[in-house]
């Protein structure tokens, strides 16, 4: 397949990626591109990668190649193009049979690489969901504890508050007692007083 590049229309191989963000594809392919060759640059104005000073064995025995890639971010999916540069021109099927083979392998071969990575983020994030569950847990558990803590407190609350309330029942049977015994003591003052003049 012909695609549009900074040397024109081209060959390119391509690898559709599902459900990995564009950024991880980027970088794993990046370091992948950085297992072969020493330098791996930017084109701003192609939005292309450009790999130099490398060569990749499945491709091109210990040849130096240059490979320039793309990547297009789709509907939960990233396509990654490339176009691979040898001495005499693009790799193509009918050209370079056996390069093209290794082109294929070479994506095939990445492909494993960015699979197994976003398998490993998206464990990762499962990881960091069960650790947010568990602290969720931790935090019911404790107030679970502070709660039957409390139950234990408000009992022995309880327990001392009906124990006062027996307490305050005698304490106001005493001083009904005592109310009683007063108001004999100012019956007994009244009639005194009533007496008084009385007598003579």
């Given amino acids: ?9 081209q060959t390119s191989y391509y690898l559709e990626i599902e459900d990995i963000p564009k950024k991880v594809v980027e970088k794993e392919w990046k370091k992948y591109l950085k297992d072969n060759f020493k ?50 021109g693009i790799v193509n099927p009918e050209d370079y049979p056996s390069e093209s083979e290794g082109v ?14 976003g398998i490993s983020l998206e464990l990762e994030t499962q990881e960091d969901h069960i650790k ?12 679970n504890e502070k709660l039957h803590s409390d139950i234990e407190k408000y009992k022995k609350k309880i327990s001392k508050a009906e124990a006062d309330i027996e307490e305050n029942l005698v304490e106001q049977d005493e001083k009904r007692i005592e109310i009683a015994q007063q108001k004999k003591v100012i019956e007994e003052i009244i009639e005194r007083l009533n007496k008084v003049g009385k007598e003579y």
């Fill in 1 to 9: 397949m012909k695609s549009s590049m900074s040397l024109g229309p």
């Fill in 132 to 143: 947010k569950i568990q602290k969720e847990l931790d935090r019911l558990e404790k107030k």
């Fill in 39 to 88: 330098k791996v640059k930017y084109d701003r104005k192609a939005k292309e990668l450009y790999t130099y000073n490398g060569s990749v064995g499945m491709i091109q025995g210990n040849d130096k190649i240059v490979i320039y890639s793309k990547l297009d971010e789709g509907k939960n999916r990233v396509t990654l193009y490339i176009w691979t540069k040898v001495d005499d």
């Fill in 104 to 117: 294929e392998r070479y994506l095939q071969d990445f492909y494993l690489v960015v699979k197994k990575k």
